[in-house]
């Protein structure tokens, strides 16, 4: 069975620290992975996508790496604002057309 | 583009009461999804439609839920009768492809909560 495992489940960290979030899967195949953010009653917002031959994809603060081999990914947060206060939901795309999400870590960033 | 549009926002009810849930996809999307989220389990595809047929309902609980999308631009999800293990936020989902290789754009979800 597919799965997508994340860590930690929640996370503390004051403002202008660096975080890093993890997501472990067992897709196969394996065609994309794609981090999203999901704000508080807000529906989940695309982040990072990377392909299989991809290992690392940026968006501002927002780095996200993937190493295939180990079949783990992460998403990298640098210099975090009171704004990144959300869940971060790991979704992996493989031969199915419907994506396996994970449980998403929720980050609270405090001032 | 106003974006994935859902209604109604919150929606409070008593068990056994018919609750039907509204999504507009963004114009020009030929696929959509619904997906129930809890603290327990996650985000749970329930169905998913590909030119306004549906594909897969596999995740769609049991019988007291159905879902429809009579034309491309409007889709419900409609369940009876309602129990409060259904209570839950229901995400509606549009994407210009399957769900693989094309990103999905959710609309702000609809908190259900039966009492």
């Known amino acids: 069975k597919n799965q997508v495992e994340q860590s930690p489940q929640s996370l503390i960290i004051l403002e202008g620290k660096n975080c890093t979030l993890q997501c472990n899967y067992t897709v196969s195949p394996f065609s994309n992975l794609r981090w999203y953010k999901q704000d508080t009653g807000r529906g989940p917002v695309s982040l990072t996508i990377m392909t299989f031959s991809e290992n690392t994809k940026s968006n501002g603060r927002y780095t996200a790496t993937l190493d295939a081999d180990t079949k783990q990914s992460s998403l990298h947060i640098t210099a975090s604002q009171l704004s990144d206060s959300a869940s971060y939901i790991c979704?992996?795309?493989?031969?199915?057309?419907?994506?396996?999400f994970g449980r998403g870590t929720s980050l609270i960033v405090h001032p | 583009d106003a974006g994935v549009i859902q209604s109604p926002r919150h929606e409070v009810t008593e068990m056994g009461q018919e609750v039907t849930l509204r999504c507009k996809p963004i114009?020009?999307?030929?696929?959509l999804f619904w997906y129930r989220q809890t603290m327990m389990r996650g985000l749970e595809l329930l169905i998913y439609?590909?030119?306004?047929?549906?594909?897969?309902d596999s995740g769609m609980p049991e019988d007291r839920f159905s879902a429809k999308m009579p034309n491309a631009s409007f889709s419900t999800l409609k369940i009876q009768p309602s129990e409060p293990r259904d209570s839950a936020v229901y995400f509606c989902?549009?994407?210009?492809?399957?769900?693989?290789?094309?990103?999905?754009?959710f609309g702000p979800g609809t908190r259900l909560t039966v009492t």
């Open positions: 989902a549009s994407s210009l492809g399957d769900g693989s290789s094309y990103e999905q754009y």
């Open positions: 114009s020009g999307h030929n696929s």
């Open positions: 439609f590909n030119n306004n047929v549906p594909i897969d």
């Open positions: 979704v992996l795309s493989g031969g199915s057309y419907i994506p396996t």
